[in-house]
């Protein structure tokens, strides 16, 4: 059977999430045999370490995010400026204004879609933000 897809960083949950009782298998990113790049949602956190992040200000965390997603998309073969579509979660209002300038910052000219969401919390106590994209591999 032929693979469609390139899976990138995969990972398994146990290590990730210590704390809780997770065995998932996941990657950082995948990529559609063809044009399609996929990013996991990204947090504050560096994805080669898992410092913590309990005082990054929320304009802190979406700009780490962000520099996870540029990081993702060039390993997977596509750019920042080839980003279609961005989700962004949020756990309160409050923050809208900091996470959504700094990811501004990072997508300056680009125009993707965007749907934003405020969410009574994320995976871990400090994270503030995460942001997913959907992203392209322009043809040669």
């Known amino acids: 059977m032929q693979e469609t897809h390139d899976r990138f960083r995969k990972f398994n949950t146990r290590e990730t999430y210590p704390t ?31 410092e913590s992040i309990d005082s990054m200000s929320p304009y802190d965390q979406a700009d780490r995010a962000m520099q996870n997603v540029k990081q993702l998309l060039e390993e997977a ?7 279609c579509r961005i989700q962004i979660y949020i756990t309160d209002r409050k923050y809208r204004d900091d996470v959504y300038q700094a990811i501004g910052k990072w997508l300056r000219n680009v125009y993707p879609v965007s749907t934003g969401l405020i969410v009574n919390g994320l995976a871990r106590p400090e994270w503030v933000m995460e942001i997913e994209a959907t992203a392209v591999i322009p043809e040669p």
């Open 20 to 50: 809780q009782r997770l065995d998932n298998d996941l990657c950082q990113v995948v990529r559609a045999r063809g044009t399609l790049v996929f990013v996991r949602g990204q947090v504050g956190q560096d994805i080669d370490n898992f």
């Open 77 to 83: 073969g596509s750019r920042l400026e080839h980003v």
